[in-house]
């Protein structure tokens, strides 16, 4: 190894052992914060400690970084270990500002390239939260134009959600109402309803829990106030699905550009027999300006995608 891969290797361990600690840190400051106010609390008189206590926990709890996180984690699917979760950011982000390094052979690398890789690990999991919400309401609209249906030919409405549910192709959609199906008969079918929340983002789910709520309130045919709701949610997919087309188009033109980019590159380089391609990689002020023109051109993807998206 030469002395640059050397200083290259020891700034890669010098930031992820920073990054390391400083976590342990933030835990350890928080912990002893927490301590200090359980010990402030039991030393004065009040009647109220065990309340204050409580509602003191239950705000910690909330704003725990751990606890966030968790809640992202179940609304992307990923079922593992928040310890997990959080080696793999570090390692994303180490091998990313790496890459970086290497590429410019200069420590500013780790500068430039770790916030691009949050920023690219935090596309990844709203990505995988969007197409999960997207699957749940597809295969929700399913589900209820199957329940109205068995509802109608006279069955109830119990074993017609149950049936409805099992019929789904979709394993996700499946294991999330088992959960449902599990803590209804324990805590109550509306308070079951708010749990989903924890496992998925839609609104048409609030749709159609508020729909049974009023349903099974004003009595009636029950299968009547549902079938109006698989209307609204029908109506809701297809104008999404419209939404996703429009925002394709979009996304397929700044890919274009992207492209014509890349091959005007190669042809310019093609034409100054490599002078271009030995500049940027040989040059280091060079290697500087490639990777700007990379990341300027990675934002433009970036701000064209938020302006054609539309979330109804």
Known sequence: MNTLQIDILLLFLISFSA????YVLL????????????????SSKNDDTNEILS???????????????????????????????ITIFLLFISVIGSLFALFLQHWSGYVIGIPFAILIFWMILQTLIVNRKKEFNRFLAVAISVLVKMMKNGIGFEQALTKSIEVSGSKMFKDIFSRFFQEKNA?????????????????????????IKIGRASGGQFSNTLAKVEETINYRKKMQEKVDVVTREGSFGSYIVVGIAIFLYFSMNGNFDGKLHEYFMTSEYGRFQLLGIGLWVFTGMIVNKMITKVDK
Do not use: C
């Open 187 to 211: 805590i109550g079918e509306e308070e079951a309803f708010k749990n989903l929340n924890k496992y998925v983002e839609s609104k048409e789910l609030l749709v159609f829990a508020l729909a």
């Open 19 to 22: 990054t390391a600690l400083l």
């Open 27 to 42: 835990g350890e400051y928080k912990r002893v914060q927490h301590l200090a106010y359980i010990k402030e609390v039991i």
């Open 55 to 85: 509602q003191k926990n239950e705000k910690l709890e909330k704003a725990s970084f751990l606890t966030k996180l968790e809640k992202l984690m179940l609304l992307a699917g990923l079922n593992f270990s928040v310890y997990i979760f």
